[in-house]
């Protein structure tokens, strides 16, 4: 079994950074992939920014450049830095990890970008 935790959500102004963590614990031998996904009201789950277990990420075309996913494999940790944000990055953000093939998700957390 694997536990995800997120947090560093909360309220923040255009052009403000905010930085999410995600604690994992558990059965994480095998973590073949970690990442980020948002849902904003009445949308999809959107995927963010992925990193996989050799240290490669991915980010989505809307945040590149202004957040970035990084891990600290000592702490279980994985973190999105959120710079710039706008309105529009304003959801919930869930902690994902693909282990042996199974998806864990963690409880989410909210992002409100507002002045």
């Known amino acids: 079994q694997v536990q995800l935790v997120e947090s560093g959500g909360g309220l923040v102004q255009p052009g403000g950074s905010l930085r999410l963590s995600c604690v994992v614990s558990?059965?994480?031998?095998?973590?073949?992939?970690m990442g980020w996904y948002c849902q904003a009201p009445g949308k999809q789950r959107e995927l963010v920014a992925v990193?996989?277990?050799?240290?490669?990420?991915s980010h989505a075309d809307s945040v590149k450049g202004r957040f970035t996913i990084s891990r600290d494999n000592a702490k279980n940790t994985m973190y999105l830095q959120m710079n710039n944000l706008k309105p529009e990055d304003t959801a919930v953000y869930y902690c994902?990890?693909?282990?042996?093939?199974?998806?864990?998700w963690g409880q989410g957390t909210q992002v409100t970008v507002s002045s």
């Open positions: 558990g059965s994480i031998f095998s973590i073949d992939a």
């Open positions: 994902y990890a693909l282990v042996a093939g199974r998806s864990y």
């Open positions: 990193i996989f277990s050799g240290g490669g990420t």
